[in-house]
Each structure stands twice: as C-alpha cells, then as structure tokens.
C-alpha cells in the first residue's frame, strides 16, 4: 500500500512544477486566493506530467519521439485511474490529482477527454480539416479549461460558462500550435490541417521548407486570428467567477495572446527562436486585468457566443 504523503508536500511539488514548467501560468497564478491558486498548481501538476510522459519531455522541454507511446499511454491511463479513484499513487503529480479532485466536484470526463488527445498524438494522428484542428485543442487545453472553471467555483453543471472556459483553453493552444510549428515538425507532428496545407499548395511533410515559409506565415496569421476570436469569447465567463479569478484569467488571455501575436508579427522569422511574453509585458497584463476584472460585471455582462464557434462535446 502506497504511503500517504502531506497535502503540503504534493502542494510544494506542484508549485514547483509550474514555476518551472510555465512561467506565464505561474504569474497568472499567483492572483488566485491561496486555496484557489493551489489548486490550480495541483491540477497543473498533473496536466504536465501527463504531457512529459507522452512527449518524453520534461518540465515542457526537450521534447523527443519516443519509442514506446502505447506503453507511455497506459501508465498515464493507468495512475490517472487510480488517483481519481481516491487512491494514493506515489507520483507526487498524480497525487495532485488525487487532491484536487477530492477538493472539488471535478468531472472525470474531463481528464478522460485530455487523455484522448494524448491517444491522438500516440498514434500519429493528424487533423485534416479546421473541424478537426479544433477538436484536437478541445482534448488538448479546451477540456483543461473547463476542469480549471470548476477549480476556480464553477458548478460543473453550469455548461455556458464551462463552454467560455473551454474557448480559452482552445485560444491557448491554437496559440501554442502557432509557436511551436517548428518544434512540432521536429518531433515528426504536423498540426496544420491538411486542408490547409492542400489550399496552400505545400506538399505534405514540407511545410518547414524555405520556399513555403510566406504561406506558412499566412497560416499562422490563421491560428492567431481564431486564437483572439476564442479569447474574445472566453472574456464573457469572467462575470461568473470571483475578481481574482477573474483577474488571473483575463491576465493570462492577454499575457498568451500576445504570444499568438508575436508570432504573427515575426513574418518568416516566426520560428527563429521560442516567442514568449516578457517580465515588463506580463505586468502590464496584469495591470490591465485587473482594470477589466473591475469592470467584468458591466463589460462582459451579455454576449451571445458566436454561432461558427466549434462547440465541445457534451
């Protein structure tokens, strides 16, 4: 039987892991009450660990393809079973899970659909339409969006705001795939839509080829734009949660679109080197945050979600 360790001692272990693993999330972190900004370290904890498992990563960094995806895939199947089942696990990142999933009313499904986007990626799955670009960001970051709105007090019931939650988590990622095209084809993934690629006339497997980096910079205009069109959609969620919920969403929408922008406004020298949101631009988000989490009530009282938003299974 596995030993018990202290809700505090996982808790350190997680604030760890963020700190290390995103220092965007980590800032934006920090202006959740105490019980909310652990939990959120805690739920962090084992979404990152579930990726470096899958990618043989770790803390985000250095990912390689691995050998053995299956088996990688199980052992995240696996732990994650057991620590939703209330069982200690003895990883301090599925213990995490464990925790918080005991503190709050988290839905499994949730971790059961983030799962499956690390199934996709277990089999070499690519998405041939813009349908199924998203589908993928929903299993990705759109269901760790919602598992986060439950963390900050959403009922999991609550399916309109669970709905903006998941906007969010999908901006997020679209902004990641336009960051990391590069990286990504490194690793032999290519998240462009075949679509896409098909329209732009690039020859799969080629997209990085010097002759194809205009089209390429157009596409990741794309992902930047519908990254800003789901931010944009998520904004109208924050009435539903307290201020520094509030406060710590809104600032790292701002402090992650930028990232989306940058790498738009890079043009062909986009994947030079990692875009990322600096120290000075992080507090000014942070500021402005908090001005629009003041003013959430009024400003982003109504808002009809847009009807040619993808929508997440139910």
């Known amino acids: 039987m596995t030993s018990a360790p202290s809700r505090a001692e996982v808790v350190a272990a997680a604030q ?4 290390r693993g995103s220092r965007s999330f ?20 084992w979404c990152r660990a579930c990726d470096d498992l899958a990618d ?14 299956a088996a990688r895939l199980e ?34 499904r949730f971790a059961q659909d983030l799962i499956d986007g690390f199934a996709l990626d277990a089999r070499d799955w690519r998405p041939r339409s813009e349908a199924d670009l998203l589908r993928y960001c929903y299993h ?7 598992m986060m709105a439950v963390v900050m007090g959403i009922d999991p019931d609550d399916q309109a705001t669970l709905d903006r939650a998941c906007d969010l988590g999908i901006a997020f990622q679209l902004a990641n795939i336009a960051r990391d095209i590069e990286a990504d ?10 679509e896409w690629l098909v329209e732009m006339d690039i020859p799969p497997g080629q997209h990085m080829k010097p002759p194809f980096r205009p089209r390429l910079v157009i596409m990741a205009r794309w992902l930047g734009e519908m990254a800003r069109d789901y931010a944009a959609s998520a904004r109208f969620g924050t009435p539903a949660l307290c201020f520094r919920s509030a406060w710590a969403v809104l ?11 940058e790498v738009a406004a ?22 402005t945050a908090f001005g629009q989490a003041a003013l959430r009530r009024s400003r982003y009282r109504e808002g009809t979600r847009a009807p040619e938003l993808w929508t997440r299974p139910r």
Do not use: N
């Open 56 to 69: 043989g990563q770790e803390l985000g960094h250095d990912a390689r393809p691995v050998a053995d995806p």
């Open 251 to 261: 600032a790292a929408a701002g402090i992650y679109g930028d990232i989306a922008q």
């Open 266 to 287: 890079r043009g062909d020298h986009a994947w030079d080197h990692r875009a990322g949101t600096g120290p000075i631009a992080k507090l000014g988000w942070i500021a």
């Open 140 to 146: 990705v970051a759109g269901a760790v969006g919602c």
């Open 185 to 194: 084809d490194r690793m032999g993934r290519c998240y462009l839509p075949v």
């Open 26 to 45: 980590a800032a934006a972190s920090r202006l959740f009450d105490r019980a909310t900004r652990e939990r959120a370290w805690l739920l962090y904890a």
């Open 75 to 108: 052992t995240i199947r696996s732990r994650t079973a057991q620590a939703l089942a209330g069982q200690w696990t003895g990883d301090p990142a599925f213990d995490a899970l464990k925790i918080v999933a005991a503190e709050t009313r988290l839905p499994h």
């Open 16 to 19: 760890a892991s963020i700190a």
